[in-house]
């Protein structure tokens, strides 16, 4: 009709093949794709800038993996953010405070950490990274030698740096191996 307006706020029904009704609002079928479409652009980020990124984040994992093998308890307290979170191979929580103190403390020692294939994946400001780390060494559960993946998350603060808020390891198991832990 000429002259006629749409409501865009009001629903389509239709019915569908198994007998219930479909409510479909256009003007939020509209918000919902726009919006999926920012988060999808934002995700993907310039080949270039995510290039860079992805170098920043495998040297944080070398200043890590250092840290660690170092007892360096500043460079840790550097990496991880205020609200860091981790769960351990044994199943604890551990906060940024108790993570620092077991370092300062010497309740872990490694002599070996090698890391191998890791996997970087970036989510906006958010970083996820997957790895094998095979270690001899020990901490406050006693020995802890052998192959583990873990994965670490990072996020880009309010000044841009990159920070730990999560990590969380599992020990590898050889296929027949039961777990210590029922």
Same mark, same amino acid.
């Given at each position: 009709?000429?002259?006629?307006?749409?409501?865009?706020?009001?629903?389509?029904?239709?019915?569908?093949?198994?007998?219930?009704?479909?409510?479909?609002?256009?003007?939020?079928?509209?918000?919902?794709?726009?919006?999926?479409?920012?988060?999808?652009?934002?995700?993907?980020?310039?080949?270039?800038?995510?290039?860079?990124?992805?170098?920043?984040?495998?040297?944080?994992?070398?200043?890590?993996?250092?840290?660690?093998?170092?007892?360096?308890?500043?460079?840790?307290?550097?990496?991880?953010?205020?609200?860091?979170?981790?769960?351990?191979?044994?199943?604890?929580?551990?906060?940024?405070?108790?993570?620092?103190? =077991?370092? #300062?403390?010497? *309740? !872990?020692?490694?002599?070996?950490?090698?890391?191998?294939?890791?996997? @970087?994946? +970036?989510?906006?400001?958010?970083?996820?990274?997957?790895?094998?780390?095979?270690?001899?060494?020990?901490?406050?559960?006693?020995?802890?030698?052998? =192959?583990? #993946?873990?994965? *670490? !998350?990072?996020?880009?603060?309010?000044?841009?740096?990159?920070?730990? @808020?999560? +990590?969380?390891?599992?020990?590898?198991?050889?296929?027949?191996?039961?777990?210590?832990?029922?």
């Amino acid at each position: 009709m000429p002259g006629a307006t749409t409501n865009l706020w009001k629903p389509i029904c239709r019915r569908t093949a198994h007998g219930l009704t479909l409510a479909i609002c256009p003007a939020l079928a509209l918000a919902l794709a726009v919006s999926a479409a920012a988060v999808v652009g934002q995700a993907g980020m310039p080949r270039g800038q995510k290039h860079e990124s992805r170098h920043e984040i495998d040297q944080l994992e070398e200043t890590w993996r250092e840290a660690v093998m170092k007892g360096n308890t500043a460079a840790m307290g550097n990496l991880l953010a205020d609200d860091y979170m981790a769960i351990t191979a044994s199943g604890t929580l551990q906060t940024k405070d108790q993570t620092l103190e =077991s370092l #300062r403390a010497g *309740r !872990v020692h490694f002599t070996t950490l090698d890391i191998s294939d890791r996997k @970087v994946r +970036f989510y906006g400001t958010t970083a996820l990274v997957t790895s094998v780390a095979d270690v001899q060494g020990t901490t406050s559960d006693g020995d802890v030698s052998g =192959s583990y #993946r873990y994965t *670490r !998350v990072y996020v880009r603060d309010a000044t841009g740096a990159w920070k730990v @808020v999560s +990590f969380e390891v599992s020990k590898i198991r050889e296929a027949g191996e039961r777990s210590e832990h029922k």
